[in-house]
Each structure stands twice: as C-alpha cells, then as structure tokens.
C-alpha cells in the first residue's frame, strides 16, 4: 500500500465514520477498563451482556473489590477465562485503591503495571478515555494491517510499530477504531466481504483481486 493509498484508504473510512467508538458498554474509565479486560479472547457483545448487572452492583474498585474474587465470578461466567479475569480484577482494584486513590492512570507504565492490563489493553485505554493517538492491535487489526499491505508484521507489536510509521496523523486518533470495525464487518479471517469493501481500492491483498475488485 502507497502512502496516497493509506490517505485514501482512511480517508474513505473517515467519510463513512466520522466519529467512531469503542462497541464496548461503560459509562466510566473504571468500567471501561474492566470492560475491555474482560474482552480479552472474548466478544464485545458478550461482555455487553454480562457487565449491566457488574457496573449496576459494582461499577468503581471499591465495590468491586468487596465482591472478591468468589463474589465477582458469578458476574462474569458467561466469559471465557473468568476465573482468571476475576482474580486479575480484583487485584487491580487493590492496586488502583492503594496505589492511585482509585482512580485509573493515564500513564502506560502505570497502567501495564496492573495485574491482567497488557499493551494492547492499555493502548485501549489511552485511545479511548484518554485521547492518546495509540494503536490497540487485537486480531482485526492484525488481519487488516496485513492483508491489506498497511502494515505488514509477524507480531502485535511489529503492527503497532509499523501503524505508528504508517498512519497519518489527521486518522491517528480514531485509526484503531477504524480498523476494528473494519475487520469485524467486512474484512472478515474466512470470507472477507470484498465486493462490498469501500477501500478494496486500496488494499494489496490478491483476495480482492479474485473477487473483481
């Protein structure tokens, strides 16, 4: 993909998506946090099923900390890996009461330091509470940065590194957004929607070449 390919590439998408969002339900950073947590290995969609009743009877690290670890499973069941995500959760909120007055940082390290917060689960968090042109690369991005020639990479962090190379800086805000939806809608692992795709122009994927684009 050619430099005015990716100009074109995300200005198309910004033209059909002039403010795109997180699909995640939250209505604070805490919950946003423990929100995109718990997506990993995980859908959007079943998180926004389990987390109502979570944020209703716990929704800051206080409450959800008295839970513990055997009160807070029963929330979340229904999602992969709970047990785990339960133990990880609490412990943050431990960490978020003790070390940050219960609030969630807006420094990387800081956030990565918590138990269960990965890169990618704080690049999420720094894009979306925070403004911070990050790139969080789950599988969509993955998928589409290297299919389509954006930015090529054998690892989540070779894709990050290369989007930060790659994207200009007008779509770096909303760019992550962008290739997440992109990848859940249309350029699909198995069956990507090609003749459907608005920037199958721009993409360098012999797939598309197949399907007529």
């Not at 990716?6 to 919950?31: C, D, G, I, K, W």
Request: hydrophobic share 40%; charged share 25%.
């Amino acid at each position: 993909m050619t430099d005015d390919q990716v100009e074109h590439f995300f200005a198309t998408l910004r033209a059909a998506n002039p403010q795109p969002a997180s699909e995640l339900a939250y209505s604070s950073v805490f919950e946003l946090l423990v929100a995109v947590v718990l997506s990993a290995q995980a859908t959007d969609a079943g998180v926004n099923r389990a987390t109502p009743r979570l944020f209703h009877d716990a929704g800051t690290p206080a409450r959800m900390l008295a839970l513990g670890v055997a009160g807070l499973e029963p929330y979340i069941r229904t999602i992969g890996l709970y047990r785990s995500k339960a133990r990880n959760l609490i412990a943050t909120c431990e960490r978020l009461l003790r070390d940050h007055r219960g609030e969630v940082p807006r420094s990387r390290e800081a956030l990565e330091a918590l138990p269960g917060v990965g890169r990618k689960t704080a690049n999420v968090v720094l894009n979306v509470a925070f403004g911070e042109p990050t790139f969080a690369v789950d599988t969509h991005v993955f998928r589409v940065a290297n299919r389509t020639g954006l930015a090529p990479g054998r690892t989540p962090r070779a894709v990050e590194d290369g989007l930060q190379q790659r994207v200009p800086e007008p779509y770096r805000a909303d760019a992550h957004h962008w290739l997440i939806l992109h990848g859940r809608y249309v350029c699909l692992a198995r069956r990507p929607r090609c003749a459907e795709c608005a920037v199958r122009v721009d993409c360098d994927s012999p797939v598309v070449a197949d399907a007529g684009g």
